[in-house]
Nanobody, 116 residues
Framework: VQLQASGGGLVQAGGSLTLTCTAS????????ANWYRQAPGKQRELVAT???????NYAESVKGRFTISRDNAKNTVSLQMNSLKPEDTAIYYC???????????WGQGTLVTVSS
C-alpha cells in the first residue's frame, strides 16, 4: 500500500494550504485517516483524524483552522489549513490505520513552512 502526500510549500502567516493524501482504490473507505506533523526538534504529533464513519477529531492547536475531509471518488484525504501560523511549520505525514493500528500505513511526508 502506498500513500502519496502532496501540497506542502512555503506560505506566509495567515495564509492557507491544502495537503492531499492519495491512496489506492477504496483505501480510505476502510481505513481511519490521520494527518500527523513533526516540527524540527519535536515529537511527531497527531493533527487530525477522520474515521470511516466521518467523525473528525483535531488537535487543540489547530481546531477551527484545519479541516480534514475525504473524497472517495478520488481516493484522497485532504487537510485544508487556514490561518496558518509559524508554529504550524513541520513535515506533515498522512497515515491510514485499521483494526486498531494493526494495519498502519504512512505517506512520505510533505514540508509546510509558514513564514512570519
Amino acid at each position: 500500500v502506498q500513500l502519496q502526500a502532496s501540497g506542502g510549500g512555503l506560505v506566509q502567516a495567515g495564509g492557507s494550504l491544502t495537503l492531499t493524501c492519495t491512496a489506492s482504490l477504496n483505501f480510505f473507505s476502510i481505513h481511519v485517516a490521520n494527518w500527523y506533523r513533526q516540527a524540527p526538534g519535536k515529537q511527531r504529533e497527531l493533527v487530525a483524524t477522520l474515521t470511516t464513519r466521518d467523525s473528525t477529531n483535531y488537535a487543540e492547536s489547530v481546531k477551527g483552522r484545519f479541516t480534514i475531509s475525504r473524497d472517495n471518488a478520488k481516493n484522497t484525504v485532504s487537510l485544508q489549513m487556514n490561518s496558518l501560523k509559524p508554529e504550524d511549520t513541520a513535515i506533515y505525514y498522512c497515515n491510514g490505520q485499521r483494526q486498531g493500528g494493526l494495519y498502519d500505513y504512512w505517506g512520505q511526508g510533505t514540508l509546510v513552512t509558514v513564514s512570519s
